[in-house]
């Protein structure tokens, strides 16, 4: 399938750094095309923030034409045929045309240069991402019907999807960050695919595997996404810790579905997400995943009651413990793991206090306790009623609009989340005559203590207390 941009969308929706570059390539004898994601977001009118191409030209021809154009070039995907410049405000990868297969011991792409554009189209993932756009005469490649299946919502493959899975495994995953991202149905023979090669993405390296899932949760409809992992058997390998949720429902016992309840509780988290200037905007991926994570210590912890119901004592701190675990085999930085945990070990704390009310030390303790994250933690605790109720929503909202607002008086008496003894390390140990020690860690621990059950005293009176407290304690 061929035909002019003009017959389809606006030329001016092409970035002119993607033009320039389309005539320095032209005016060097080589062929240059828009491909892949970039060509798709412009047919769904999205902005694309990096933009792709694709050319005849070897990785040194490359270099050659963009030397003096570009105001930055890279090299780091050289290897891989691939060189990375900047033009003023916008990134641009060019690559041979390449096929890219997977041997079946190797974690690592084999790579081939291609010699034809039809060829590399072949080779790509999805129909969608198979079309190109030749510049700069803006002729549409599309030989495998990607706009078709676009504006039909569908997810295919240009060959087969086992030829495709097999090239790269990454792919599966990819097929369900499409489905999650653009809101797309993969078709039948794809799922069929990705179910019976699901083993195959073990051999995909951790950091691959993590940046897919980090793009699906962030997608339109995560639970999409996350829904055909689990479907395809792909999520027993890379998260197994969420098909595992799909509890086995004894007939004598009821209780919540706990996967369909952690995927309603996702949905409900992104759709509290603020605006781009909020506390918390959107998407947000600690919130979404920790919001996805945070029952998994549920099916360690379930246990049947004489009374015939089902409890699931300190599932919370189990599966804070869990989450950091997967989340440091796939590769995720130290930040994000102790974040995400954090709300997954906080997710009931505020159901500790429902009913006894909150003191002004209970609310310290709560705001001290999820640091950065009490924002996230609001809506996490949110999003986790689910129930039918609505009575008992009506209720749990009204008791967390008191809490937020409990939070917000206390906040503009005293800064809550910076929460520290009014004397320091330095003035303990002149006070108490003592030297560096475990004396001093437990005398500081009394004064944060002090300081959050009872407020500020002021330096004087903390002092005074110290030392009354060292007098029974030391």
């Known amino acids: 399938m061929g035909g002019t941009m003009t017959q389809l969308f606006d030329p001016s929706s092409i970035h002119p750094a993607a033009l320039d570059l389309g005539r320095q390539f032209s005016a060097a004898g080589h062929d240059l ?12 009118g999205r902005t694309a923030l990096d933009l792709d191409f694709t050319t005849d030209a070897s990785p040194d021809e490359t270099l050659e034409v963009v030397q003096g154009w570009a105001d930055a070039v890279w090299e780091i995907g050289r290897d891989f045929g691939t060189i990375g410049m900047r033009k003023g405000d916008v990134q641009l990868e060019v690559t041979t045309y390449r096929a890219e297969a997977y041997d079946e011991t190797s974690r690592k792409p084999v790579v081939a240069f291609g010699t034809s554009l039809e060829d590399d189209l072949y080779r790509r993932d999805f129909t969608i991402n198979a079309m190109a756009l030749r510049l700069p005469g803006l002729e549409l490649v599309d030989p495998h019907g990607g706009i078709k299946d676009l504006h039909a919502g569908v997810l295919r493959t240009p060959g087969t999807p086992e030829d495709s899975f097999s090239d790269d495994p990454l792919r599966m995953m990819r097929a369900a960050r499409f489905a999650a991202q653009l809101d797309v149905e993969v078709a039948p023979e794809v799922q069929r695919a990705m179910t019976d090669m699901a083993g195959r993405i073990g051999i995909v390296s951790a950091e691959r595997v993590r940046e897919e899932l980090v793009k699906l949760v962030c997608g339109r409809r995560p639970r999409k996404g996350v829904d055909l992992l689990v479907t395809t058997g792909l999520a027993e390998i890379v998260l197994p810790e969420v098909p595992a949720l799909q509890l086995e429902i004894d007939e004598h016992h009821r209780h919540k579905d706990v996967y369909q309840h952690s995927l309603t509780v996702m949905e409900q988290a992104a759709a509290l997400e603020s605006g781009p200037d909020g506390p918390v905007p959107g998407p947000d991926f600690v919130l979404r995943f920790a919001a996805l994570m945070h029952d998994i210590g549920k099916p360690a912890t379930r246990r049947f009651e004489d009374s015939g119901a089902v ?16 989340m440091r085999a796939l590769r995720f930085d130290n930040d994000t793991i102790k974040k995400v945990s954090r709300l997954v070990e906080l997710h009931m704390r505020f159901y500790g206090y429902g009913e006894a009310g909150w003191t002004d030390s209970a609310v310290r303790r709560y705001v001290r306790d999820a640091g950065d994250v009490l924002e996230r933690l609001h809506r996490l605790t949110r999003a986790d009623v689910t129930s039918r109720n609505r009575r008992k929503v009506a209720r749990l909202s009204g008791a967390y609009d008191d809490l937020e607002q409990r939070i917000a008086e206390l906040s503009a008496q005293e800064e809550l989340e910076a929460v520290r003894p009014e004397l320091d390390g330095q003035r303990i140990m002149a006070v108490l005559g003592v030297p560096p020690g475990p004396v001093v860690g437990r005398a500081y621990k009394f004064l944060l203590d002090l300081r959050l059950d009872e407020g500020e005293l002021g330096a004087d009176e903390a002092e005074r207390r110290l030392r009354a407290w060292a007098a029974d304690a030391l």
Request: aromatic fraction near 8%; charge should be positive.
């Open 33 to 44: 095309s828009l491909v892949g994601g970039p060509v798709r977001d412009l047919f769904l």
């Open 311 to 326: 409890s699931f004592r300190h599932h919370e701190v189990v599966g804070a413990k869990l989450t950091a675990k997967r």
